[in-house]
């Protein structure tokens, strides 16, 4: 079997990472050492929607799906990538979308590069990132997306704590990962696997996840 190209979408989680506002960094604290007690063992604690992440329903809709309720098949799956860059940030139209012509099948996974992570470990990474219009994603609760993915740290504009976009998303039970890492090597308006599987945390709102991107190898067909 032909597994094709593998590549890393998640940001390394460490103690002196970026992490949005108010929010507190990863901490690691050592419990054993090998050097003295024959093994290493290591305590984590981290806030949910640290780095490489995904929000569940129930991140802002009562008695939406927690974390460990979505079916797998929403992180996993075939996905397309819409490519948008912009030095200030702004809002990614729906016209935008459909004169690239952009096709999304039903169940597929919409991936959104804004080339924030060009400012990655800088604060304009929790500033200038683009986001979807309200009605791009009207459009893609339409058309069944399976999960939206995207670049950026928010959906939502900075500042703006009333989530309309989140709570769009969520509401119609699809599910979000933010700060997704080498969206630059992928194609856009093409087909390719992606996974992002979160932590199985029961009744949580979010959780980290390790997420990857498959591309198909091609090979020139053999002669018989």
């Given amino acids: ?116 992570e060009r400012f990655a470990e800088t604060a304009k990474y929790n500033q200038q990132y683009s986001v979807p219009s309200i009605e791009l994603i009207k459009w893609l609760i339409e058309h069944k997306a399976a999960a939206f993915m995207t670049d950026a740290t928010n959906i939502d504009l900075p500042g703006d704590e009333d989530f309309p976009r989140h709570k769009l998303l969520l509401g119609a039970g699809i599910p979000i990962v933010e700060n997704l890492k080498n969206l630059r090597f992928l194609p856009s308006n093409m087909d390719f696997l992606i996974c992002a599987l979160p932590l199985r945390l029961k009744g949580r709102e979010a959780a980290p996840c390790r997420a990857i991107a498959i591309l198909k190898t091609h090979h020139p067909d053999k002669q018989q």
């Fill in 1 to 116: 079997m032909n597994k094709g190209e593998i590549i890393d979408l998640s940001y390394p989680i460490d103690t002196d990472m970026l992490v949005g506002a108010g929010l507190e960094r990863p901490v690691y604290e050592w419990l054993r050492r090998v050097n003295s007690e024959g093994l290493n063992l290591t305590r984590m604690s981290i806030v949910l929607h640290t780095g490489t992440h995904v929000d569940a329903p129930s991140h802002m809709i009562d008695r939406g799906e927690s974390i460990d309720e979505i079916p797998l098949d929403r992180f996993f799956g075939p996905a397309r990538l819409f490519r948008h860059q912009s030095e200030k940030g702004q809002e990614v139209s729906l016209s935008q979308v459909i004169e690239s012509g952009f096709d999304l099948k039903a169940k597929t996974i919409f991936v959104l590069e804004t080339g924030i």
